[in-house]
Nanobody, 116 residues
Framework: QVQLVESGGGLVQAGGSLRLSCAASGRTASPYLMAWYRQVPGKERELVARMTATGAADYGDSVRGRFTISRDNAKTTVYLQMNSLKPEDTAVYYC??????????WGQGTQVTVSS
């Protein structure tokens, strides 16, 4: 059974930085895709950033230029460096891992709160 363990959320002032981590375990192969999504109450979950095992990265429009996604050498841990945080970045951040040929898993979520 795949487990995704997230860490790094918390409370930060606007303009500050946080780094989220998500470690995947439970399968021999590393995930093809690892990603971060976020959700606020009453809204749909939105893509923040995603990265394939080959290093191709993609960002949501609202975070491009401020957030950076990366993966460790083993490709089983994904990081999200969040800089220049804004109050509108406040959300629960979820990690997602997609395996080939099948398997799609989500973490439990970590709260990020940015105060103005």
């Amino acid at each position: 059974q795949v487990q995704l363990v997230e860490s790094g959320g918390g409370l930060v002032q606007a303009g500050g930085s946080l780094r989220l981590s998500c470690a995947a375990s439970g399968r021999t192969a590393s995930p093809y895709l690892m990603a971060w999504y976020r959700q606020v109450p009453g809204k749909e979950r939105e893509l923040v950033a995603r990265m394939t095992a080959t290093g191709a990265a993609d960002y949501g429009d609202s975070v491009r230029g401020r957030f950076t996604i990366s993966r460790d050498n083993a490709k089983t841990t994904v990081y999200l460096q969040m800089n220049s945080l804004k109050p509108e970045d406040t959300a629960v951040y979820y990690c997602r891992a997609e395996y080939l040929p099948s398997g799609d898993y989500w973490g439990q979520g970590t709260q990020v709160t940015v105060s103005s």
